[in-house]
């Protein structure tokens, strides 16, 4: 698959910090003012084939830090994704035990567990996101909840619609009102206060009505101007109002337009808000984001060498 895709929509092709890091970070999240709006979070999207150069956990700890802090009282959100689309199932970012659904498979080693440490201790708010392909999405929540529910980070799961039993990122099944109510439930029988978002880039593949516990977000992209993205994301936000809505932003499709902008994460994220007061989530992605934001190996983040 390509990031060139004739719809709007997010792509597939998709050294611990140390104690300067983690003082850094948490001194600016405590000087962060309580806001008023419906902004709770703003930082990072990740995944294992968004970041093939991957900086490390601090990089990540620490950027999704800095752009929280764009946003006076949003805390450092995170979007993690533990399981990508492999094949018709899924694999999770980590040793799965054997026995359970076969569309369920692990890798060697946990990838995520050092990332989710550091959000634990910055005070982070991450949501667990599956791709679960034909696996079913309750089982995939479990395994993961199994593994990451003890991190204190983690305030819920996410599922990509876009590749709900599906393998072409402008599909994915519909989600009815039962399989919502099914899947919040699986996530809160580990803990009642988790939530869900779902997203896609299509509105007619939500829920009909069942909004109780659920963030919708919209990875839409290829646009020709900032205003035209604003205008559908504001869009997007009266549809599912006055539930909770979320954006992700910063793809590379988009970097004609937004590349040139001194500060395109605070530019267009206070855009958003201005257009969609449900918004309560802002998502820079992996795919562009050690662009804007390049790896510092003087503070410990892992850069590949020069060709």
Request: net charge neutral; proline share 9%.
């Amino acid at each position: 698959m390509t990031m060139m895709q004739a719809s709007r929509r997010g792509a597939w092709p998709r050294t611990a910090a140390g104690l300067t890091v983690l003082l850094a970070v948490a001194i600016c999240v405590s000087v962060l003012a309580a806001r008023t709006d419906k902004l709770q979070g703003a930082g990072i999207r990740s995944s294992t084939y968004g970041r093939p150069n991957d900086p490390g956990p601090g990089y990540w700890a620490r950027t999704g830090t800095e752009i929280a802090a764009k946003f006076p009282g949003a805390k450092p959100e995170a979007i993690w994704i533990v399981s990508r689309l492999k094949g018709r199932g899924t694999e999770m970012s980590f040793p799965v035990p054997p026995g359970g659904d076969p569309l369920i498979t692990g890798m060697p080693e946990d990838i995520s567990e050092p990332a989710l440490q550091l959000f634990d201790k910055l005070g982070y708010r991450v949501w667990l996101q599956t791709e679960p392909g034909w696996a079913p999405v309750d089982k995939a929540f479990h395994v993961m909840l199994d593994r990451y529910g003890h991190h204190k980070c983690v305030i819920g799961v996410g599922v990509d619609i876009e590749w709900h039993r599906s393998n072409n990122p402008d599909l994915g099944d519909p989600v009815t009102d039962k399989m919502a109510r099914t899947w919040l439930a699986a996530a809160r029988s580990h803990n009642p206060s988790y939530r869900m978002f779902l997203k896609h880039f299509r509105e007619n593949v939500m829920p009909p009505t069942v909004r109780d516990g659920i963030m919708f977000v919209d990875d839409s992209q290829i646009y020709k101007s900032a205003d035209e993205m604003i205008d559908e994301f504001a869009k997007w936000g009266k549809t599912f109002a006055p539930a909770p809505v979320g954006f992700q932003y910063g793809y590379q499709t988009d970097k004609p337009w937004w590349g040139k902008m001194k500060d395109p994460v605070k530019e267009i994220g206070d855009r958003i808000l201005a257009a969609t007061p449900n918004t309560e989530t802002l998502i820079w992605v992996d795919f562009s984001v050690q662009d804007v934001f390049p790896p510092d190996p003087s503070k410990g983040d892992r850069v590949p060498p020069k060709k």
